[in-house]
Nanobody, 118 residues
Framework: QVQLVESGGGSAQAGGSLRLSCKAS???????????MSWYRQAPGKQREQVAV???????NYADSVKGRFTLSKDNTRRTMFLQMSNLKPEDTATYYC?????????WGQGTQVTVSS
């Protein structure tokens, strides 16, 4: 059974940095390797939005609002995906969710809260 376990959320001041992690527990390497991996966020009263996505061929795209500040990466050995967030802004405050789509299945993390104060 696959579970996505997120960690790394918390509070930061504007201009600061945080790194989110998403461990795909129970996922076999071939599925991890071939999955489309994404980070989404949802702020109170707003729709969930995709902030970063990495396709199986390695192409990574970012929402305009985070481009140049956020970086998605992965560690195959640890079956873990990361979101490095730098130069944080108050508008980055949201619950962040990781998502893997692979092997015919769609997996979601439980969400981790990020709060940025000015």
């Amino acid at each position: 059974q696959v579970q996505l376990v997120e960690s790394g959320g918390g509070s930061a001041q504007a201009g600061g940095s945080l790194r989110l992690s998403c461990k795909a527990s129970g996922m076999i390497l071939s599925v991890f390797w071939s999955s489309t991996m994404s980070w989404y966020r949802q702020a109170p009263g707003k729709q969930r939005e995709q902030v970063a996505v990495r396709s199986s061929d390695g192409n990574t795209n970012y929402a305009d609002s985070v481009k140049g500040r956020f970086t998605l990466s992965k560690d195959n050995t640890r079956r873990t995906m990361f979101l490095q967030m730098s130069n944080l802004k108050p508008e980055d405050t949201a619950t962040y969710y990781c998502n893997f789509f692979g092997g015919g299945n769609d997996y979601w993390g439980q969400g981790t809260q990020v709060t940025v104060s000015s």
